[in-house]
């Protein structure tokens, strides 16, 4: 087989280059890069995604703008780390090639990549909420939706209020702050409620708000894949697919 099939697809967060490196790293869900591993996520279609495997994948990325035109894509690395709790992942570019194209098309086009801001919000904060939604052809186009901080739980999971539906292809995005700096990253929606479940009042007042991994479980996380990666759980993908597999 020639041709890949796509099996998910979803929003990511590039981050700064360090200092001593012209890698390129992104954030994302980890349920987004390693579907088979979430069987309640993908329930409808567990019957063949059960057996998918990771030498038989591979990850590509796409920079648009705002207008969903197509400034740059790339194929990223084989190597997935992961977060040994959270539904969080990164990717790298690494291709020197790869890396300089993409720095140019930032430049190019004004745009750069996303700090994370140490700060936790006060409650009732404005927040924007980016990532990628599917339209009626079924192609991803940029999406951005206007919300509020509706504060956090004792299992270091955040939320935000929209009145804007958040789509499914904006997991893995960015929830930046005012000052343009991601206090998160989109995990799901919470779930709507359905008669005979039971669920605390507090629960229920979340239903459909935006889930999030907050700024200081993504910080740590950042931080042990620079100091520690051999520590994290990497996923190698690809080793079974033929050079010419796009």
């Not at 360090?18 to 390129?24: C, P």
């Not at 993409?102 to 086009?109: M, P, S």
Request: with cysteine.
């Amino acid at each position: 087989m020639e041709a890949l099939e796509y099996l998910s697809s979803g929003s990511a967060i590039l981050l700064p280059q360090s200092t001593d490196s012209d890698t390129w790293q992104l954030l994302t869900c980890q349920h987004i890069v390693c579907p088979w591993r979430f069987p309640r996520y993908f329930s409808e279609k567990w019957d063949w995604l059960q057996f998918v495997q990771p030498p038989h994948v591979q990850y590509r990325v796409v920079l648009m703008d705002p207008h969903a035109k197509i400034l740059y894509e790339a194929q990223l690395d084989p190597k997935v780390c992961l977060h040994p709790l959270r539904d969080v992942a990164m990717l790298s570019i690494s291709d020197d090639i790869a890396c300089l194209s993409l720095t140019k098309a930032l430049e190019t086009n004004s745009m750069g990549p996303v700090d994370f801001d140490p700060e936790m919000l006060e409650i009732g904060a404005k927040v924007k909420i980016y990532g990628h939604e599917a339209d009626e052809s079924s192609d991803f186009v940029p999406r951005c939706v206007s919300g509020h901080f509706a504060g956090q739980n004792g299992h270091k999971q955040a939320f935000a209020w929209t009145q804007q539906a958040v789509r499914e292809g904006m997991c893995g995005g960015a929830v930046l702050d005012q000052k343009c700096r991601a206090i998160g990253v989109i995990e799901g929606i919470v779930p709507k409620h359905t008669d005979g479940d039971e669920s605390s009042s507090i629960d229920q007042n979340l239903a459909e708000h935006v889930a999030m991994i907050p700024s200081d479980v993504i910080q740590f996380f950042i931080q042990k894949h620079q100091t520690s990666e051999r520590e994290l759980e990497a996923v190698i993908t690809g080793t079974a697919l033929a050079s010419n597999c796009q």
